[in-house]
């Protein structure tokens, strides 16, 4: 018999489980969901940013034959009475948006009414011609001409942190040899995943709900209902099996949920709501934020002193906070530090956390000064982020778990070959173009969460992991089935895993990057519990060579159960299930982070980022030619979708470096450029050679799975190196992004 | 979007009866502008009267030694078209340039000329806009207008044609064929589109039930010194900032005929015939061209977010007839991005 572990998927790279369904097009999106006996919502959204409603003129499309209602706030039920029912998991601090509740006009892009009818068509046309009358009144919306009235937040949202404040930022700055300060900004940006907001509820005869919703975190919405709506857990299902993506967009129960409930409430039927693209625009945003930074060097290019400011918009009705600025006090060696953060309330809608909040802001504010400090200190700027390097976090002024951001840097620089650039801006050239290489990095919380799942195995072999996680296209399915099969060591094929459905053991939203820790945690603790069960049924078999071993004396591998210290002494799996008589074992279990190791260390994922650019000065043109992208997140589970997920990260930095922006026209307090034809993200064209690494971090105490995960560290520093390589390029410093041709010029 | 009733003519007399026939009738090509304004309440046609079957999609070459460009041939058959591509490769190049594979797969040629501008405004029902609603007032003004006009505008409309097609139409001197209630005419190309003046809400000349049959390209079609260039804000799937078409024809370094149309500038392809002329007889050096980029650029006007446009279109149009006596641009390589 072979030794050889086949079974030992972890670290590997295995493809998507779930990828054959999605290209043959049977993997099922919220609003595909087929339920008989459909009506259709229609979301009518607010021209204006702020004011009334005077009046809704319902009756005249409600005479069209096949409209069925309209919902408004002149006609929506009693609902919860305080504003706390609305709050999600995820809500800052303030009081939620509650649809359909006043004739109040909080933004522009407010939902005020849907309308429902037989088909979706009619619902559309019947929308266009609702007349409503408005009473407008000012709003404010230019958080750059209001950012003195930016105020410091208040903690309401969890995982905030307020900004740290050490030693004497100004006294330090005085001393230094070499200083800068300079003012970074860039513009909105909305989370825009190619699949559309949707939702179908499937009213059932007995009134009960199944609830296909987009969303990342199954159980916030049906809390969100039962709080609402008063729908106890079996009342209402809510189930999301895919996602075409998200990116945080889905973190918070948005407005096509409780309109779709209302109205399957209300009307007794079953309803699908799709918004239009448009709207999607209405979802909540990465804040237009202005960030100044402030750094001062001594003679050996130490760091002396520190300043981070940033200042962002929040609604008029929340507090949205993110971490900005924070991370400036631990990315490197400094002993004065100075951070600051504040938030102005606007007749907007209230922000949401996009990829990496606040972390992908920071990291362009911090990363291009650094670059920056760099050249005003004359050293190469890897070199003086060399010098600066952080062995301990010192805003908690704690050991870190693990980090291995020094290996990072080198090989980033061995891959990219940064040995070979000159300093000196536009000095280096190919044919009629400017070449610049630029680099940057970042930090980013390596989380884990409390979660459940639940694992049972037939008498076949056949085992399913499940867990209500989320999966909005970064691979979980795949890495709970990996978990699972090596676990209990059986093939990856007789391994089903499920999540996104309330109806499973409960998981959090998916979000902050930690749902491969927490959930690969949970599946790996429950596959470990029904572990012990089967070795408990396996040492009752006759001449069982188990007999009298602990679980740990044990491996499961290749479909065997062994003792680790004599591999040849083993049991078939199948034998045990066989022999049991048991049609089914099952087990349940669930994780929490240990509270210890959090106190005792940071945690934390680093990556490096290193672009070449190439640039044609006179036309302003920009092309990012190469970037290598090194990251340390700890164990990487499956290479393949963790390498995806940074590529896609890759993706997203170059996006926001050159041309991601929802612009708004503050004489309107609207958004102009909201579509795909306006709303640029890059196309293939734009994107070039991309080089992912992973250092591995052995790390036993962020989890039990060592992993930190990948989901938006790889986000980090992208843009900025993008920007620092311009500047290599051209001598040219741009501050404010997108860096569009118009700013080269 | 409204209820609506289409029909499919199997005539071009047939199609412009069909028109006539019907309160607020359209003409539907490939449906890729007209199907977006209608579902954002932009244009609310009652019928709808489908091309596709017309025996308009054909390209052939005309008895004076030109080339007919059918109405309802799509975008891509006409770009890859082999004559279009060895005698006419600017404006392959052109189209290429635009939209993407799929958008060019399903427009048609006239649907290219009739398209509407991309002004944000004029998309968003929220907004005043005199082009949607003549007299409603124009919001791209004293607003976010970095894709607008520079040239030719007016008080109430500063809107941009959006097409590429049409700048290398314009450079070529084409020739549009339509067909109306009353018969049918020919529109010279730099009579077809037109400029805002005080009546934003007609982009062109056409009449009411006018129907596009052909664009006719003239015999000459500088397949030897030609340049596309466009600027954007991403390599490939996005309206031009600025765009310039150049055909140049050479003696030695000599320029004996030069065309030189912009797109991104104006409320029509803007084809300069005096900076043309300030080409036409001189060497094709750098200081030629920079004349020729301050003339076109001499009455541009910037709206604020667009003020970049000025000098951006003219670095555009050195970079191009640069490109274009430099023979840089070949009629073989039309497939590469025209992007520089
Ligand atoms: C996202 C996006 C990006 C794009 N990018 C670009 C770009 O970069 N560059 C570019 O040039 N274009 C671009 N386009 C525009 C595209 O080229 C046009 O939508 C297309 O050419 C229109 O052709 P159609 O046949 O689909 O027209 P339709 O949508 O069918 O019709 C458009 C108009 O033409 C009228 N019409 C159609 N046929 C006739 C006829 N025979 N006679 C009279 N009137 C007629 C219709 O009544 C309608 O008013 C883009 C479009 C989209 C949606
Ligand atoms: S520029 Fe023209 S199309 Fe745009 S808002 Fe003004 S009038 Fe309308």
Redesign the pocket.
């Known amino acids: 018999m072979s030794t050889d572990s086949n079974t030992k998927y972890v670290g590997k790279a295995p493809s998507r489980v779930e990828g054959p369904l999605k290209v043959t097009g049977q993997a099922k999106y919220s609003a595909e969901f087929s339920v008989p006996d459909l009506v259709y919502g229609y979301v009518v959204s607010s021209p204006v940013a702020k004011g009334k409603i005077r009046k809704i003129h319902a009756d005249k499309i409600l005479a069209l034959p096949g409209v069925i209602q309209v919902f408004s706030h002149e006609n929506v039920p009693t609902l919860a009475w305080f504003d706390r029912s609305y709050k999600d998991d995820v809500a800052p601090g303030g009081s939620p948006f509650r649809p359909l509740h006043d004739d109040e006009i909080k933004f522009s892009q407010q939902p005020v009414a849907l309308v429902v009818a037989e088909t979706f068509e009619l619902a559309r046309y019947a929308a266009s011609v609702l007349e409503i009358e408005y009473e407008q009144e000012k709003h404010a919306t230019d958080v750059e001409a209001l950012r003195e009235k930016g105020q410091e937040p208040g903690s309401g949202k969890t995982g905030y942190k307020p900004p740290v404040r050490r030693g004497n930022a100004d006294k330090g700055l005085s001393k230094a040899e070499h200083r800068i300060k300079q003012e970074y900004i860039h513009g909105t940006q909305h989370h825009n995943p190619m699949e559309i907001f949707g939702a179908t509820v499937h009213y059932h005869p007995d009134g009960k709900l199944t609830v296909y919703d987009k969303t990342q975190g199954v159980y916030n919405c049906q809390q969100y209902l039962k709080k609402v709506f008063g729908l106890s857990a079996d009342k209402a299902r809510v189930v999301n099996l895919f996602m075409g993506g998200g990116f945080g967009a889905g973190l918070r129960p948005q407005y096509e949920l409780f309109l779709s409930v209302l109205a399957a409430l209300e009307l007794k039927r079953s309803i699908r709501l799709s918004l239009t693209r448009q709207q999607m625009f209405s979802l909540g945003h990465r804040p237009h934020t202005v960030q100044t930074v402030e750094l001062g060097t001594g003679p050996g290019g130490e760091l002396l002193g520190l300043k981070h400011k940033a200042v962002h918009e929040t609604s008029r009705f929340e507090e949205y906070t993110e971490n900005v600025v924070n991370w400036s006090g631990m990315l490197y060696q400094c002993p004065d530090v100075h951070l600051e953060y504040e938030v102005v309330p606007l007749d907007v809608f209230t922000p949401l956390d996009m990829r990496a909040p606040g972390a992908a802001t920071g990291s362009i504010g911090l990363e291009v000064a650094m670059d920056e400090m760099a050249y005003e200190a004359g050293i190469d700027p890897l070199e003086f982020r060399r010098r600066n390097y952080a062995d301990r976090d010192q805003n908690e002024d704690k050991p870190f778990s693990s980090k291995k951001l020094r290996e990072v840097y080198d090989e980033g620089a061995r891959r990219f070959g940064w040995d070979q650039r000159k300093m000196e801006p536009r000095s280096m050239r190919e044919g009629n173009k400017l070449v610049g290489w630029g680099m940057a990095g970042g930090v980013w919380d390596a989380s884990m969460q409390k979660a459940a799942a639940k694992a049972s195995i037939t008498a076949d072999g056949k085992l399913t992991v499940s867990s209500a996680a989320g999966e909005n296209g970064t691979g979980t399915y795949t890495v709970m089935t990996q978990i699972a099969a090596e676990t209990l060591g059986l093939p990856m094929e007789a391994v089903t895993a499920k999540l996104g459905d309330t109806t499973l053991p409960e998981a959090p939203v998916q979000g902050g990057s930690w749902t491969a820790a927490t959930v690969g945690s949970a599946v790996k603790s429950v596959c470990e519990a029904l572990g012990e069960k089967l070795l408990k049924l396996a040492q009752k078999m006759d001449d069982s060579p188990l007999k009298g071993a602990k679980p740990e004396d044990v491996e499961f591998v290749n479909g065997l159960i062994r003792l680790r210290k004599e591999p040849r002494q083993s049991v078939v799996l199948r034998d045990v299930l066989q022999v049991s008589g048991e049609r089914e074992i099952e087990a349940d279990s669930s994780v929490m982070p240990n509270p210890l190791n959090m106190q005792k260390y940071s945690m934390h994922a680093h990556n490096a980022v290193f672009v070449e650019v190439q640039v044609d000065e006179d036309l302003g043109t920009i092309h990012v030619t190469r970037v290598v992208n090194v990251v340390a997140a700890g164990r990487i589970i499956n290479q393949k979708t963790a390498r995806s997920q940074v590529l896609g990260s890759v993706v997203w930095g170059i996006s926001m470096a050159l041309m991601e922006e929802t612009v708004m026209d503050h004489r309107y307090g609207r958004y102009m450029n909201h579509n795909?034809?306006e709303y640029h993200v890059p196309v293939n064209a734009d994107v070039r050679d991309i080089e992912v690494h992973f250092v591995e971090e052995e790390d036993p105490h962020v989890n039990p799975l060592g992993v930190k995960g990948i989901g938006e560290v790889g986000l980090l520093g992208v843009a900025a190196a993008i920007t620092n390589a311009v500047y290599h390029a051209t001598g040219k410093r741009v501050r404010s992004l997108p860096l569009t041709i118009d700013k080269l010029l | 979007m409204n209820p609506f009733t289409l029909t499919r003519a199997a005539s071009v007399d047939a199609a412009v009866r069909d028109f006539s026939g019907h309160e607020a009738a359209?003409?539907?090509?490939?449906?890729?502008?007209?199907?977006?304004l209608m579902k954002e309440n932009v244009a609310h046609p009652q019928h709808l009267v489908g091309?596709n079957k017309l025996p308009l999609s054909s390209i052939e070459s005309t008895t004076g030694g030109g080339l007919r460009l059918g109405?309802?041939a799509t975008?891509a058959d006409t770009a890859w078209h082999a004559e279009v591509q060895q005698r006419y490769p600017l404006l392959s190049q052109a189209i290429l340039?635009?939209?993407?594979p799929q958008?060019r797969n399903?427009?048609?040629n006239?649907?290219?000329l009739?398209?509407?501008t991309r002004c944000y405004y004029f998309y968003d029902t929220a907004t005043p806009c005199n082009k949607r609603e003549p007299g409603s007032g124009c919001a791209a003004i004293g607003g976010y207008n970095r894709i607008h006009a520079i040239l030719g505008t007016s008080d109430s409309c500063i809107a941009t044609h959006?097409?590429?097609?049409c700048v290398a139409l314009a450079a070529l001197e084409a020739v549009v064929q339509v067909q109306g209630p009353d018969g049918s005419r020919q529109i010279k190309f730099e009579d077809f589109h037109r400029l805002p003046e005080d009546a934003p809400e007609r982009d062109n000349t056409?009449q009411a039930g006018?129907?596009?049959t052909s664009i006719d390209l003239p015999a000459q079609g500088f397949a030897e010194n030609f340049a596309y260039l466009k600027l954007r804000d991403r390599q490939s799937?996005?309206?031009?900032l600025v765009s310039v078409a150049v055909g140049l024809e050479l003696d030695g370094n000599t320029i004996k005929e030069a065309r030189l149309a912009l797109g991104g500038v104006a409320h029509k392809p803007w084809r300069d015939k005096a900076a043309e002329h300030l080409l036409k007889g001189q060497p094709a050096t750098e200081a030629t061209f920079r004349k020729a980029a301050e003339a076109v650029l001499k009455e541009a006007k910037g709206q604020g977010t667009n003020d970049f446009k000025i000098e951006l279109a003219k670095r555009a149009i050195v970079r191009a007839l640069t490109q274009a006596a430099a023979g840089e641009q070949k009629a073989s390589d039309v497939f590469t991005n025209s992007n520089p």
């Open positions: 795909y034809a | 359209a003409y539907i090509g490939g449906g890729t502008n007209l199907l977006d091309l109405a309802t975008n340039a635009g939209a993407s958008l399903m427009a048609t006239a649907g290219n009739m398209q509407r959006p097409s590429d097609m056409l006018e129907l596009i799937y996005a309206f031009a």
